[in-house]
T-cell receptor, first 115, second 115 residues
Framework: AQTVTQSQPEMSVQEAETVTLSCTYD???????LFWYKQPPSRQMILVIR??????QNATENRFSVNFQKAAKSFSLKISDSQLGDTAMYFC????????????FGKGTSLLVTP | GAGVSQSPSNKVTEKGKDVELRCDPI?????LYWYRQSLGQGLEFLIY????????KSGLPSDRFSAERTGGSVSTLTIQRTQQEDSAVYLC?????????????FGEGSWLTVV
């Protein structure tokens, strides 16, 4: 079975600070994609960042970056200079390149950014 | 359209009634997905369409659930004889090809409440 585990159900961070959300996954495949999605109260699932497993370099999108540790099957998300608008549920997900078509999601981490 | 459009946004129905949820994917996207998100849970994969065909229906929770897609565009998810455990947000998503190489874009979901 392929699973995604987010061990932090809830987190809180002060505005302008940095926070890291954890994610581990389990797959027997070697080629896959990893994603972080953000879901604000509006329910819209928004792609935050994507990482190809064959790339060693960690993906970065503005204030968002990942720490991808393939051997450890770990894919954490770092949010720098947190903003109030970052308050949302964050979901980690992956899909196998060769055999997959559906994203496997974790249960999410609820992030609250406080003033 | 500019994004994935879902209707209705919210639906309250009586137990035992049938409901239809509609998804209009991004124009030109051949892949379409339905997910279910129960309160406090991650996203549960329901079904995947490639064009009008559904190669994998294994995520549908019971035979009360069915989905179709016509013209390679609009999809309808039908739940017959609704039960209270069907209450959830039903999210539709689309992508231009198989998801592993491309971003999946989500709609805002249809919030179903069965009373």
């Amino acid at each position: 079975a392929q699973t995604v585990t987010q061990s932090q159900p809830e987190m809180s961070v002060q505005e302008a600070e940095t926070v890291t959300l954890s994610c581990t996954y389990d797959t027997s495949e070697n080629n896959y994609y990893l994603f972080w999605y953000k879901q604000p109260p509006s329910r819209q699932m928004i792609l935050v960042i994507r990482q190809e497993a064959y790339k060693q370099q960690n993906a970065t999108e503005n204030r968002f970056s990942v720490n991808f540790q393939k051997a450890a099957k770990s894919f954490s998300l770092k949010i720098s200079d947190s903003q109030l608008g970052d308050t949302a549920m964050y979901f980690c997900a992956f899909i196998n390149s060769n055999s997959g078509y559906a994203l496997n999601f974790g249960k999410g981490t609820s992030l609250l950014v406080t003033p | 359209g500019a994004g994935v459009s879902q209707s209705p946004s919210n639906k309250v129905t009586e137990k035992g009634k049938d409901v239809e949820l509609r998804c209009d994917p991004i124009s030109g996207h051949t892949a379409l997905y339905w997910y279910r998100q129960s309160l406090g849970q991650g996203l549960e994969f329901l079904i995947y369409f490639q064009g009008n065909s559904a190669p994998d229906k294994s995520g549908l929770p019971s035979d009360r659930f069915s989905a179709e897609r016509t013209g390679g565009s609009v999809s309808t998810l039908t739940i017959q004889r609704t039960q209270q455990e069907d209450s959830a947000v039903y999210l539709c998503a689309s992508s231009s090809t198989r998801a592993e190489g491309n971003t999946i874009y989500f709609g805002e979901g249809s919030w179903l409440t069965v009373v």
